[in-house]
C-alpha cells in the first residue's frame, strides 16, 4: 500500500471518529437543555441504584398514581440482601 493510500485511510479513519463524538457530544448538549448544567441530579454516564427507584416510586405512589409496593418476599421484591448489597 502507497504512502498517499495509507494517509487517506487514516483520514477517513479520524472523519469516521470525529463524527461519532460530534454525535456524543450532541447528546450530552441536549441533555443539559432538558435539565440545565446546575440541575442534574444524576450523570448521564451513571446508572440509577436500587434505592433511587424506591425514592422515586414512593414519591410516584404519593403523588397519587395507584402503584403499589411490593411486600416483602413477593416476586420482584428485592430481597433483603439485595437492600443490604445496596447500602
Do not use: V
Request: net charge positive.
Amino acid at each position: 500500500m502507497s504512502k498517499d493510500k495509507k494517509l487517506k485511510e487514516i483520514a477517513g479513519e479520524l472523519d469516521n471518529a470525529s463524527k461519532m463524538h460530534a454525535g456524543q457530544a450532541k447528546k450530552i448538549k441536549s441533555m443539559l437543555k432538558k435539565s440545565g448544567p446546575f440541575k442534574m441530579k444524576y450523570s448521564p454516564l451513571s446508572k440509577r441504584g436500587l434505592w433511587d427507584n424506591i425514592h422515586a416510586k414512593r414519591k410516584r405512589i404519593k403523588g397519587g398514581s395507584g402503584e403499589t409496593m411490593r411486600t416483602p418476599g413477593s416476586e420482584g421484591a428485592p430481597s433483603a440482601k439485595d437492600l443490604k448489597d445496596s447500602q
